[in-house]
T-cell receptor, first 114, second 112 residues
Framework: DAEITQSPRHKITETGRQVTLACHQT?????MFWYRQDLGHGLRLIHY???????NKGEVSDGYSVSRSNTEDLPLTLESAASSQTSVYFC?????????????FGPGTRLTVL | TQLLEQSPQFLSIQEGENLTVYCNSS?????LQWYRQEPGEGPVLLVT?????EVKKLKRLTFQFGDARKDSSLHITAAQPGDTGLYLC????????????FGTGTRLQVFP
C-alpha cells in the first residue's frame, strides 16, 4: 500500500544546530507540503512543492528550507534551530490537478529544541 | 493571520449527546475539507464539500458548506467515544493547486 513516512518520529536538539527532518511518500504525488502544528494555531504551512526542483514558501517559512530532488522526498531543514521551532511537524502529499485534492499526512515528527 | 476560525476550541460531552462544530472565515473558498486527527497521528480526511449549501452525510456525521462558501459546520449525532479527536477544517482555492489553509481546530472528548 502507498504511504507517507517521516523520520525521526522524535528529535531533541540544541539551539543553533542544523536539523533535517525526512519525508518520503510512495503515492507518486507531485504535491508535497510541510506543516507545523502548535496548540491554538492548527496546522501552519511552512514550505510546499509542486514537483521536482520546485519549492515555495508558506506562511511560516523563516528559518526553514526544503529541496526537491525527486518525486518521493521533501526533506525539511532547520538551518539553526531555535526554541521557537519546538513543535510537531507534519509532511503531506496530494495528487496534482484536482484542485480540491485530499492531502495524505505522515505520522509527524515531534521536535524539541533546548 | 488566521483565516479560518473554529468554535468551540474544546468540547467535552457524554456518549449519546449531539454536537456541532463551526468553521468560519471572511474569505470565500472553492472547497472546504474536514479532517480528524487522533493523538500521535496525522490528520485524515473525512469529507470535501465544494458547492455552496452542500450537505454531506457520513454515518452519524453531517457536514454543511455555507451558501456563500465562507463557512462550514460539522454535526455529530449520538456521539461515541470513538469520535474523540481533533477536528480540523481546511479551505482551498482552485487557483492554488491543492494548497490548504487549516482552521484552529476543535478538540472533542466523548466520555462513556
Amino acid at each position: 500500500d502507498a504511504e507517507i513516512t517521516q523520520s525521526p518520529r522524535h528529535k531533541i536538539t540544541e539551539t543553533g544546530r542544523q536539523v533535517t527532518l525526512a519525508c518520503h511518500q510512495t503515492w507518486n504525488h507531485n504535491n508535497m507540503f510541510w506543516y507545523r502544528q502548535d496548540l491554538g494555531h492548527g496546522l501552519r504551512l511552512i514550505h510546499y512543492s509542486y514537483g521536482v526542483q520546485d519549492t515555495n514558501k508558506g506562511e511560516v517559512s523563516d528559518g526553514y528550507s526544503v529541496s526537491r530532488s525527486n518525486t518521493e522526498d521533501l526533506p525539511l531543514t532547520l538551518e539553526s534551530a531555535a526554541s521557537s521551532q519546538t513543535s510537531v511537524y507534519f509532511c503531506a502529499s496530494s495528487e496534482t490537478g484536482t484542485g480540491v485534492g485530499e492531502q495524505f499526512f505522515g505520522p509527524g515528527t515531534r521536535l524539541t529544541v533546548l | 493571520t488566521q483565516l479560518l476560525e473554529q468554535s468551540p476550541q474544546f468540547l467535552s460531552i457524554q456518549e449519546g449527546e449531539n454536537l456541532t462544530v463551526y468553521c468560519n472565515s471572511s474569505s470565500v473558498f472553492s472547497s472546504l475539507q474536514w479532517y480528524r486527527q487522533e493523538p500521535g497521528e496525522g490528520p485524515v480526511l473525512l469529507v470535501t464539500v465544494v458547492t455552496g449549501g452542500e450537505v454531506k452525510k457520513l454515518k452519524r456525521l453531517t457536514f454543511q458548506f455555507g451558501d456563500a462558501r465562507k463557512d462550514s459546520s460539522l454535526h455529530i449525532t449520538a456521539a461515541q467515544p470513538g469520535d474523540t479527536g481533533l477536528y480540523l477544517c481546511a479551505g482551498g482555492w482552485l487557483s492554488n493547486t491543492d494548497k490548504l489553509i487549516f482552521g484552529t481546530g476543535t478538540r472533542l472528548q466523548v466520555f462513556p
